[in-house]
Structures are given as structure tokens and as C-alpha cells.
């Protein structure tokens, strides 16, 4: 077996804006740099995302040519999130780790978004939690089919399609359900439906196994805004959009002491009620 040498590793260390996350990623650059690892911002092998869960959506973005290629990891510098599994005083435990590390994955399923404009411009987007479309300034109304079958004609505000990762963020705050990330599956969840005699759209959050692919075409083809993540996009001219679970995965270091998604599913929502 050939054994990996730490100089063989490239890292990149991207950090938020946020003082206190800017010295956490320079204290473990050093670190890091003392045993032997090389820190670069060019096709590294992995990614550390100092910060919190948003900051983590961003390194995603920014490294999102490389999926294939890069494990991510996320330290938090609050409190312990979805995507991170080191807090700012475990810097030492993080770096024992990747000493350690032999290449050991997880993997969890992300979101493709195919986005068709009348003029013929198609653009493929990939998303971490979840990719919404609404309408700018008036109601939405939309038909929404799966896997061909027209289901419902969408009257509201718009809907959302997120990954397993992403069922704890907006799509919780929808009223959808949260998924264990090894489900691979998406959620399509409603936001403020017109329902009344006239309009019916099924009104409860419905999840889409892996195969199924997902159209949205809206009736009019004035402004709408595609959000992916944490990034808003604004068109004039959208005659469909396509979601599917994307052919690419995103990978994060396995670490030997992997949270379970169900405490952090407590500890974020529900913490320590007295009984
Ligand atoms: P933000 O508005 O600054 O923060 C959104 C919050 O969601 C933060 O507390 C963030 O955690 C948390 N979060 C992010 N991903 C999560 C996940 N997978 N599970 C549970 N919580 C998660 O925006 P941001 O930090 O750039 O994140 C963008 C995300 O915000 C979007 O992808 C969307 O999911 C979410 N969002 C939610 C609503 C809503 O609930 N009404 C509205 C718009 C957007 P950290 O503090 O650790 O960063
Ligand atoms: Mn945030």
C-alpha cells in the first residue's frame, strides 16, 4: 500500500469575512503548514470552510468545477451545524485527523438545475440546499409536471426543490420534512399556494425519488428569480426549469467522530428542554 505523505495533500482554507472566523483559518493554516501540508487555492484536495453553514454553501460554489475531485470540510465558529464537524476549539483534533486521513468520504446527493430562456440559452446550475422560483412582482402561477405528468397548476408565491442536506434550511421553514442525507431524494415544498375553489395545488410538501426529474414552466414569461442557495437570479424570458438530482455528489472528509445527523437535527432545533 502506498502510504500518503501529508506534503501530498493540497488544502485550501477559505474563512467568512468575520474577524473571529479570518483568525481561526490563519491559526490553522499554520498549523497545518508545521506538518507538512501544502495550502493552496488551486485545485486543492481539500477544502476547510471556516465559518458557518452558509459559509460552507459558499466554498461549495466557489470549488463547484472540482466536485469530483475535492472533500470538503466545515469547521463552525458558532455553535455545530449541518455541513461542519469541528468547532473552533477542536483546531488541534481537525488537524490529528487529516493526519490520519487515507481518503475516507461521505458523500451526499446536490440538486441540478437546468434553466431554459425563450431565446434558446440554457444554463446547468448546481445547488447544496435547495433552488427556489419565484415570481418578482406578482403571483406565480406555474405548471408543475413530474416525470412528465402534469400535476398541478401552481398559483403562490413559488416553490422550492431541495436536496437531503438542504430539508433543515428553507425547506424546514416551508413546512417540509427533514430527510436523513442518505435518502437520496428531493423535496419539492410550496410556498403560500392560492387554494380555493378555483385554484388546487396538492398543499403538502411531496418528496421525489433520485430518477425523477422535476419541470416548473410558468405561464408568463415576465421576471422571475431562480435563487440557488444563497445566490438570487433574476430573468425575463424563463420557459422552463428542470431539476434532477445531479450526476455529482459532494464529498466531505469522513471523520472518525461524525456527529449523527439526528443530534444535530436536536441540538439545532429542539436543544435541552427541561422535562
Ligand atoms: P443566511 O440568511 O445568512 O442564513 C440562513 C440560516 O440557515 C443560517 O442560520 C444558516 O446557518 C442556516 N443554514 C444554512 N444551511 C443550512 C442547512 N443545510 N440546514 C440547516 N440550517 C442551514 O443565509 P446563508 O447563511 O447564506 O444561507 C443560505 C441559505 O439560507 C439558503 O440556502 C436557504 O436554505 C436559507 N434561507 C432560509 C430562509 C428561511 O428559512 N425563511 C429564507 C432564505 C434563505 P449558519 O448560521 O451556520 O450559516
Ligand atoms: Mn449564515
Known sequence: MIQMKNTDKKIAIVSNYKQHSQELGQELMQKLRQEGFILTLKNPDIVISVGGDGMLLSAF?????????????????????????????????????????RGARVSYPILGVRVALENGDVYHMKAL???????????????????????????????????????????????????????????????????????????SPI?????????????????????????TYTHKNIEKVEYQIDHHK??????????????????AFIGDIEE
Open 207 to 231: 418528496i421525489v425519488p433520485k430518477k425523477d426529474k422535476i419541470e416548473i414552466i410558468p405561464t408568463r414569461t415576465d421576471r422571475h428569480t431562480i435563487t440557488i442557495d444563497n445566490r
Open 61 to 101: 460554489h466557489r470549488f463547484e468545477r472540482q466536485l469530483d475531485k475535492v472533500r470538503f470540510i466545515g469547521v463552525h465558529t458558532g455553535h455545530l451545524g449541518f455541513y461542519t464537524d469541528y468547532q473552533s476549539f477542536e483546531l488541534d483534533e481537525l488537524v490529528e485527523n487529516l493526519k490520519m486521513d
Open 129 to 203: 440546499n435547495e433552488s427556489t422560483f419565484k415570481r418578482s412582482d406578482r403571483t406565480m402561477v406555474a405548471d408543475v409536471f413530474i416525470n412528465k405528468v402534469h400535476f398541478e397548476r401552481f398559483r403562490g408565491d413559488g416553490i422550492s426543490i431541495s436536496t437531503p442536506t438542504g430539508s433543515t434550511a428553507y425547506n424546514k421553514s416551508l413546512g417540509g420534512a427533514v430527510l436523513h442525507p442518505s435518502i437520496e431524494a428531493l423535496q419539492i415544498a410550496e410556498m403560500a399556494s392560492l387554494n380555493n375553489n378555483i385554484y388546487r395545488t396538492l398543499g
Open 250 to 267: 459532494i464529498h466531505f472528509v469522513a471523520t472518525p467522530r461524525h456527529t449523527s445527523f439526528w443530534n444535530r437535527v436536536k441540538d
